[in-house]
């Protein structure tokens, strides 16, 4: 897996020329493109959840496109349209934004429902389908969609099937004081997005895709991580818990942590590390948890201080000792 590793820590270290002082977050943003992945990014406005999408893109030679989302848009604006050709006398096919490599959503929940929905489809399948005729996505193709947590006015919360298609949902944050003189520094001439190189290409990044995927989990490993989803299912405060989406989630964003750190084998630890960003915005608490000011992230945490967890080797390469043959006398030879 030192591929992997290699390849991640150029990535990590190129955007961190843009995005200062929040290399967790980024190292949950390539991790979610190493497992074909889409990203929900909830913060307020100015902390750069733009440039992170955009200096992801430029860092790879993807093509990029950014969806300004508003509520008088509509589906066909996402995806395409087709267009009747009075020349050929046949329609033609005009791709919407989707039809990139990312696919920056921006403010996606300021669009209805209806617009909202146009991305289902694209995120789930790789694909479009437009008066009848489907149109498949370029590989790697990822949205990573930003909403404001503050404000609810002229805004459409996302449903439930919209959410659980994004693998993680991260949050950037307020830069240090140091970090935002830094900022300031690097901007005062011109932005420094503007002389970001490729550090990887598409073919690479499909060649680590590929590795990853082959990062062991033990059953141990496995079994923990479906105790995690059927506890939010069960617990008292919850209304709805994680899908087994999310299960899916967690093993292959753990499968992607260990890889980005050279193992071929994922540590419980892994798994910890990414419960929260993949978990909780599946869980919908139940209108007693929202009085007491309860939040998923403190119910995800909850569930994981106390459930056990797993013991053994996590790299699959224990053996059990070999049996010692006893004689007539009952003794081992």
């Given at each position: 897996?030192?591929?992997?590793?290699?390849?991640?820590?150029?990535?990590?270290?190129?955007?961190?020329?843009?995005?200062?002082?929040?290399?967790?977050?980024?190292?949950?943003?390539?991790?979610?493109?190493?497992?074909?992945?889409?990203?929900?990014i909830e913060d307020v406005p100015g902390v750069g959840k733009t440039m992170l999408a955009r200096s992801l893109a430029r860092s790879l030679g993807c093509s990029?496109?950014?969806?300004?989302?508003?509520?008088d848009?509509?589906?066909?604006?996402?995806?395409?349209?087709?267009?009747f050709n009075q020349e050929n006398r046949e329609f033609e096919f005009r791709p919407g934004p989707i039809m990139a490599q990312i696919v920056l959503a921006d403010e996606i929940n300021r669009a209805t429902p209806k617009t909202q929905a146009a991305l289902l489809e694209a995120m789930e399948e790789r694909q479009v389908t437009v008066d009848g005729v489907?149109?498949?996505?370029?590989?790697?193709?990822?949205?990573?969609?930003?909403?404001?947590?503050?404000?609810?006015?002229g805004t459409f919360p996302l449903p439930e099937a919209q959410v659980d298609r994004f693998i993680m949902r991260i949050?950037?944050?307020?830069?240090?004081?140091?970090d935002e003189i830094l900022i300031m520094e690097r901007q005062q001439f011109t932005h420094p997005i503007n002389e970001l190189e490729v550090v990887a290409g598409v073919d690479e990044l499909a060649?680590?895709?590929?590795?990853?995927?082959?990062?062991?989990?033990?059953p141990a490993l496995k079994r923990y991580i479906v105790d995690l989803t059927h506890n939010t299912r069960q617990h008292a405060e919850v209304y709805l818990g994680a899908s087994p989406r999310g299960s899916l989630a967690l093993y292959r964003t753990a499968q992607a942590k260990a890889a980005m750190q050279g193992r071929d084998y994922v540590l419980p630890d892994d798994i910890k590390a990414l419960a929260v960003p993949t978990l909780a915005h599946r869980v919908?608490?139940?209108?007693?948890?929202?009085?007491?000011?309860?939040?998923?992230?403190?119910?995800?945490?909850?569930?994981?201080n106390n459930l056990p967890v797993p013991g053994g080797d996590p790299t699959g390469t224990s053996r059990p000792a070999p049996s010692r043959a006893a004689d007539g006398k009952g003794r081992t030879n």
């Open positions: 897996m030192s591929n992997v590793q290699l390849f991640s820590d150029q990535l990590i270290s190129n955007i961190e020329k843009v995005i200062v002082g929040k290399r967790s977050t980024v190292e949950l943003a390539v991790a979610a493109l190493l497992c074909q992945g889409h990203l929900l990029f496109s950014r969806i300004q989302f508003t509520p848009m509509l589906p066909s604006d996402v995806t395409g349209v087709s267009i489907t149109h498949r996505l370029p590989r790697p193709f990822m949205v990573q969609a930003t909403q404001n947590p503050i404000e609810y006015e949050r950037l944050g307020y830069p240090s004081k140091e060649e680590v895709q590929d590795a990853v995927k082959g990062v062991y989990v033990s919908i608490l139940g209108p007693g948890a929202r009085l007491r000011d309860l939040t998923a992230r403190q119910v995800v945490e909850e569930i994981m």
